[in-house]
């Protein structure tokens, strides 16, 4: 019997699951990883999440992006490597029980569930705002406040975020490779849309709106980094579909950076055109700003109706990612032993997670429905810090303990990057709100208990027997699994029976 020490440091090897454990059919490829990255990240950072920053940053908020650009790009590179070496699904989780061990492996999945759960809601009640600004460019009405806004805001219950939640999961338990061709054309739509608000924005430029460019100095810019940081959330997904991705040791590198470099420049030519053509004052508590800037500019609602579009579409597509992320992690926690086996269970039919997802959905669609945006936006940023954090401390960890193992990526510099990394996510973590801090440590602490009375006891590396009934090749929601696969899924089950 292993010592509660021998339990909590026990790592699993940095090779891909072994015979008889659940797999996913490798079918994504540069492109389509690249855009789950994009997809997962443009959108949340520009289409609301201006209205919280700029209060906080004022015109600064610009720099508040290069910040947490740089920390993210520095983060980007440790994922590359990481995702290169151990090419496993459940991203940071996967990382954190290869280099840290099994203890720091369930703290860091409270981390991504929060980060993932938290961040849907977050984009979901951003996309219930476009929705009502786009019903009153068409129709001259909107939905009422208390079916539209959390309690705290006034209203009852969220219905339009819900409901993008609901529609998401529906696409996502199709199982079907169209859900990798929805995402990369909700993704190409978005970058036009972003561009066209930029072209027409750029028109109403003045530059007496960055005058008093600081107005709460550096502290504002870091805070307002803290507020933003979540919008590169899609970074980390991109390596939750590291068991699925094609030559994952070349690919994985390359769409993380490629996907990072397409976000930067986005996020700072939407934020500057922004900023010129509306007053900073304006920015706070403003729904749909995008569109809204637009319509003052040009003095027509047309302008307003396309960049709505754009955004709902856009605001999906993040959705659909996040939700995708979320069941992943799960999916790789279940299948370790951690949480029930429930979600390891995928259906023989579809070869998807169904109550997996339906679990995530409803968890997702309660706190859309009731919290505000400000602190889903805020709860999302400490756990993406603290996740990239990780990785970054993984990073240094495995070269020390493995430094022969095969790496498509190795980072230059020596431990330079990841030390960068790790002090910028420190820094950006300290100007966060306290509440948000001691919310996220009692939600950890949570988890921790759970693995004490559980996941430590069920653990595949305790018991030595992965988890009965998910053995089927388990293709993600972004691919379908092939004849073949299936036909060979169904003889395992029957041989099992037998």
């Known amino acids: 019997m292993p010592t509660i020490a021998q339990q909590l440091l026990r790592r699993k090897p940095t090779t891909p699951p072994g015979a008889g454990e659940a797999h996913l059919r490798r079918s994504i490829g540069l492109f389509s990883l690249t855009m789950i990255g994009v997809g997962g990240t443009l959108g949340t950072g520009i289409f609301f999440i201006l209205s919280q920053a700029v209060p906080v940053a004022g015109p600064a908020v610009i720099w508040s992006f290069v910040i947490g650009g740089v920390v993210a790009g520095l983060t980007a590179l440790c994922y590359a490597e990481m995702a290169g070496a151990v090419p496993a699904s459940g991203s940071t989780y996967s990382y954190a029980y290869a280099t840290l061990g099994e203890g720091t492996a369930m703290a860091v999945g409270a981390c991504l569930l929060l980060e993932y759960g938290v961040s849907t809601a977050a984009v979901a009640v951003g996309w219930s705002q476009y929705v009502n600004q786009l019903l009153q460019n068409l129709f001259g009405w909107q939905l009422p406040v208390q079916l539209s806004q959390a309690p705290e805001q006034g209203g009852i219950v969220n219905i339009p975020a819900v409901i993008v939640i609901v529609l998401c999961s529906l696409l996502l338990l199709r199982g079907a490779r169209e859900s990798t061709t929805v995402n990369s054309i909700m993704v190409v739509i978005k970058i036009a849309v972003v561009l066209f608000f930029c072209a027409v924005a750029f028109t109403g430029w003045n530059a007496d709106h960055f005058h008093n460019f600081a107005p709460a100095g550096f502290a504002g810019i870091v805070g307002g980094a803290g507020i933003i940081f979540f919008s590169f959330v899609g970074l980390d997904a991109v390596s939750t579909a590291g068991e699925e991705a094609k030559n994952p040791k070349r690919n994985l590198p390359l769409a993380i950076i490629f996907a990072l470099l397409i976000i930067i420049v986005l996020y700072v030519g939407t934020s500057l055109a922004a900023l010129g053509a509306q007053a900073p004052a304006k920015f706070a508590n403003q729904d749909a700003g995008l569109a809204a800037i637009l319509q003052n500019i040009v003095?027509?609602?047309?302008?307003?109706?396309?960049?709505a579009i754009g955004?709902?579409?856009?605001?999906?597509?993040?959705?659909?990612?996040?939700?995708?992320?979320?069941?992943?992690?799960l999916f790789a926690m279940s299948r370790d032993g951690m949480i029930p086996k429930v979600f390891a269970r995928v259906n023989p039919r579809?070869?998807?997670?169904?109550?997996?997802?339906?679990?995530?959905?409803?968890?997702?669609?309660?706190?859309?429905a009731v919290v505000p945006?400000?602190?889903l936006a805020e709860m999302t940023s400490i756990g993406t810090l603290v996740a990239f954090l990780v990785v970054s401390l993984g990073v240094i960890i495995l070269r020390v303990r493995e430094p022969e193992l095969e790496r498509g990526f190795r980072l230059p510099l020596g431990w330079t990057i990841p030390i960068l990394s790790i002090a910028g996510c420190i820094a950006i973590i300290t100007q966060l709100r306290l509440i948000t801090i001691i919310v996220f440590l009692i939600w950890t602490a949570v988890f921790l208990v759970f693995y004490w009375f559980y996941g430590r006891k069920h653990s595949t590396l305790q018991t030595g027997q992965p988890i009965a009934g998910a053995d089927a090749p388990y293709t993600s929601n972004f691919a379908q699994p092939s004849k073949s696969e299936i036909r060979e899924a169904a003889e395992r089950r029957k041989a099992g029976r037998r």
């Open 299 to 307: 003095g027509s609602s047309w302008p307003g109706t396309v960049v």
């Open 311 to 329: 955004a709902i579409i856009s605001i999906f597509s993040v959705t659909l990612v996040c939700l995708y992320g979320q069941t992943r992690i």
């Open 350 to 368: 579809t070869m998807t997670p169904v109550r997996n997802t339906v679990i995530v959905m409803i968890a997702t669609g309660v706190l859309a």
């Open 373 to 375: 945006i400000d602190f």
